[in-house]
């Protein structure tokens, strides 16, 4: 057997600095060790600008990350970067040996997208729509409910909004000079329709889009009580139909969850998407049962992916204006939601306050409610596909269907 070669120590030093030039050069673990230790902070602070470029975290470049409140979802080690709403997607990193990896389709949400649309302004927001924002903010319509006025000259208005003297005249202004031929609705939730009856009988236009909320017999009760019990339309569009004016045409689409007769409308001419409460990108949509159903709302989802609109204008909040990307952070998110519930289900049967406040620290007490009928939306959708089982108000882990 033929002895190794020792190259002397003058070949060592040049190979090594052709190396280094050439970015191919690594330490030997003898070399680590004479060297001062650093902390993961300070190597983060000395990064540099092409970290920077190559989409690397840099904290002297970003700041510290702002949490209007945070969720507790993720596993051990998970962090959210930011939260808005009850139920919200959110962009995450896991902590590993001092670095963050951030979820490219959640990362989403941490856009300019997330625009605070002003109530009372009337905004021009493309060539045949505006925006007027009514003056209706909570913590579930973030600044109010947002009609749109489309097209120029005869015009339709979607979403007329709640229940205000203040929305109406606005509308009314907003539309002087032209004629309104039609008052167009994505859903019966009061603050999207309730304004329609007053609208149809000021200025004598048809009330087109979602079917009537079916109420249940007797007084109205619980949830029932958010639907527009007065909503009247004078035409029902179903999946697929087509309502057009001059210069306008929108296509009905079918998209049950938030609500069951809840409807977004494509928008053939600027290949758009009204969205309603399905899709916002403030925040994403309670779905509350009965009327609310986790698994027609992910199949809506699912449905809204296959389709080419390149902007949505939602019922609240600014535009997503990188739609499918969205679509997929929305997907993801209520399945980690899914995979939270199911991880607390391991210790054992627990109620719905239960799995609450476990999965959801922290959160406002006034959307707690809120946050109870969404992880019951969750458990329903589990029952169903026999992952979780319930008897008595107490839910446990199920066995896999296999």
């Known amino acids: 057997m033929r002895e190794p070669k020792v190259r002397g120590e003058g070949q060592c030093d040049r190979e090594r600095g052709l190396q280094q030039r050439h970015g191919r050069y690594r330490q030997t673990q003898a070399e680590r060790l004479r060297q001062p230790r650093r902390s993961g902070k300070s190597r983060r602070a000395e990064a540099s600008p092409d970290e920077a470029v190559r989409g690397r975290p840099n904290r002297l470049r970003d700041g510290p990350r702002s949490d209007l409140h945070a969720l507790a979802l993720f596993p051990s080690g998970a962090r959210p970067v930011r939260v808005c709403g009850i139920d919200n997607p959110v962009a995450f990193g896991k902590a590993r040996y001092g670095r963050r990896r951030e979820v490219s389709d959640e990362s989403a949400i941490n856009s300019p997208e997330r625009e605070a649309p002003e109530a009372g302004v009337v905004k021009r927001v493309s060539e045949r729509v505006r925006r007027l924002v009514a003056p209706n903010p909570s913590a579930f319509t973030f600044t109010g409910t947002c009609s749109y006025i489309l097209g120029e000259g005869e015009v339709a208005i979607l979403d007329p909004g709640p229940e205000s003297d203040a929305h109406l005249q606005a509308l009314l202004a907003a539309t002087q000079g032209e004629r309104v031929v039609a008052i167009v609705v994505t859903h019966t939730h009061?603050?999207?329709?309730?304004?329609?009856?007053?609208?149809?009988?000021?200025?004598?236009?048809?009330?087109?889009?979602?079917?009537?909320?079916?109420?249940?017999?007797?007084?109205?009760?619980?949830?029932?009580?958010?639907?527009?019990?007065?909503?009247?339309?004078?035409?029902?569009?179903?999946?697929?139909?087509?309502?057009?004016?001059?210069?306008?045409?929108?296509?009905?689409?079918?998209?049950?969850?938030?609500?069951?007769?809840?409807?977004?409308?494509?928008?053939?001419?600027?290949?758009?998407?009204?969205?309603?409460?399905?899709?916002?990108?403030?925040?994403?949509?309670?779905?509350?049962?009965?009327?609310?159903?986790?698994?027609?709302?992910?199949?809506?989802?699912?449905?809204?992916?296959?389709?080419?609109?390149?902007?949505?204008?939602?019922?609240?909040?600014?535009?997503?204006?990188?739609?499918?990307?969205?679509?997929?952070?929305?997907?993801?998110?209520?399945?980690?939601?899914?995979?939270?519930?199911?991880?607390?289900?391991?210790?054992?049967?627990?109620?719905?306050?239960?799995?609450?406040?476990?999965?959801?620290?922290?959160?406002?007490?006034?959307?707690?409610?809120?946050?109870?009928?969404?992880?019951?939306?969750?458990?329903?959708?589990?029952?169903?596909?026999?992952?979780?089982?319930?008897?008595?108000?107490?839910?446990?882990k199920g066995r896999a269907p296999s």
């Open 190 to 396: 009061r603050d999207h329709s309730a304004l329609a009856a007053r609208l149809k009988a000021a200025i004598s236009a048809p009330i087109v889009g979602a079917r009537p909320h079916l109420f249940a017999a007797g007084p109205v009760q619980g949830l029932d009580g958010s639907h527009d019990r007065a909503y009247a339309p004078d035409l029902i569009l179903s999946d697929g139909e087509i309502f057009a004016i001059p210069g306008v045409t929108l296509q009905a689409i079918e998209t049950p969850g938030h609500a069951a007769n809840h409807l977004c409308f494509a928008f053939t001419q600027e290949n758009s998407l009204f969205s309603g409460d399905h899709v916002m990108a403030w925040s994403t949509s309670v779905v509350a049962p009965p009327d609310g159903s986790m698994s027609d709302y992910m199949a809506s989802l699912d449905k809204l992916r296959g389709r080419p609109e390149s902007i949505y204008w939602p019922g609240h909040g600014g535009p997503v204006t990188d739609p499918q990307r969205y679509l997929r952070a929305l997907i993801g998110h209520r399945r980690q939601r899914e995979a939270a519930i199911l991880a607390r289900l391991e210790g054992g049967p627990m109620t719905i306050p239960a799995i609450v406040a476990s999965v959801y620290a922290g959160l406002n007490p006034k959307l707690i409610g809120a946050a109870s009928l969404s992880t019951l939306a969750h458990l329903e959708d589990l029952v169903r596909r026999g992952l979780a089982v319930e008897e008595r108000g107490l839910y446990q």
